[in-house]
């Protein structure tokens, strides 16, 4: 018997009865027999035969194929230590980030990535026993650190709100502010602005779309937001011109529930 007891996108609390039937258990839930519960606080998100729940707090708990920005927090023989911001390090093996094969008795790691150096990486495995794999090969801006900028970091179930439906919101403030950002879906934020007062606008874009994430009308509020604060910039005479920038119909109430 398939029966589902909550609606999708539905707030639900650890130990809520989700379904019954022949459904398979996502993240934030486990399975008793055939019933399948929630373990987190959180989001109810139903795909085909697959329930899990979105948590709307905690830590990243990384899926095979996202792509999260780390800082690399150790160097090893063959690999490098990564800080994803999840319970467990992450792993960077030599052969997941080079396409040239190296001696490594002769070559130092560091000429590479060296600690503290920003990445941004592809989660290759996560297995039973907490070990994440990344590879950087063949990822995009090269595969190699990313230089200057800096990090802002939100909570990670919050991660498609901001990017939005078709990157509607994250273009808005891309453009608006003329800041080159990045998004991981482990809730880091890599971004770089032209100046520091449109970096730090940037800042406040994203920080706003994380506080306001489940209300109404927030891409409006954004825009709205940004271009007033850009107003003042140019009458400070910080900024030359405010970036023409329209907010399509299909994407004004783009991820609001």
């Known amino acids: 018997m398939r029966k589902v007891f909550v609606s999708n996108r539905e707030l639900v609390v650890p130990g809520t009865l989700l379904a019954q039937g022949p459904f398979k258990s996502g993240k934030g839930t486990f399975k008793e027999g055939t019933r399948v519960y929630s373990t987190v606080i959180g989001l109810v998100d139903i795909r085909g035969d697959t329930i899990r729940v979105i948590p709307l707090e905690g830590p990243y708990i990384p899926e095979v194929g996202d792509n999260v920005i780390g800082k690399i927090i150790d160097v090893k023989f063959s690999n490098w230590v ?5 319970p467990y390090q992450a792993t960077l093996r030599i052969q997941d980030a080079l396409e040239e094969k190296i001696d490594l008795l002769k070559v130092d790691l560091r000429r590479f ?8 990486a592809k989660v290759k495995a ?9 590879m950087t090969k063949g990822m995009p801006f090269g595969g190699g650190p990313l230089r200057g900028g ?3 970091k939100i909570t990670p179930s919050k991660v498609p709100r901001l990017i939005g439906k078709g990157g509607s919101m994250i273009n808005t403030i891309k453009t ?10 482990n809730g880091w934020v890599w971004l770089s ?3 520091q007062e449109l970096e730090r606008l940037a ?3 994203i920080l706003k779309v994380n506080r306001e994430s489940h209300t109404q009308g927030l891409t409006d509020r954004v825009k709205d937001f940004l271009v007033k604060r850009l107003q003042e910039l140019k009458e400070q005479g910080v900024v030359e011109d405010i970036p023409e920038f329209k907010v399509e119909e299909s994407e004004r109430n783009d991820g609001e529930a």
């Open 82 to 86: 990564v800080d994803i911001g999840a």
């Open 193 to 195: 602005g032209k100046k």
């Open 203 to 205: 800042i406040e874009a």
């Open 126 to 134: 996560f297995n039973e026993v907490n070990q994440i794999d990344l």
């Open 176 to 185: 608006l502010t003329q800041t080159r950002i990045i998004v991981g879906q």
């Open 150 to 152: 800096q990090i802002v």
């Open 113 to 120: 990535f060296d600690i503290g150096d920003i990445i941004y």
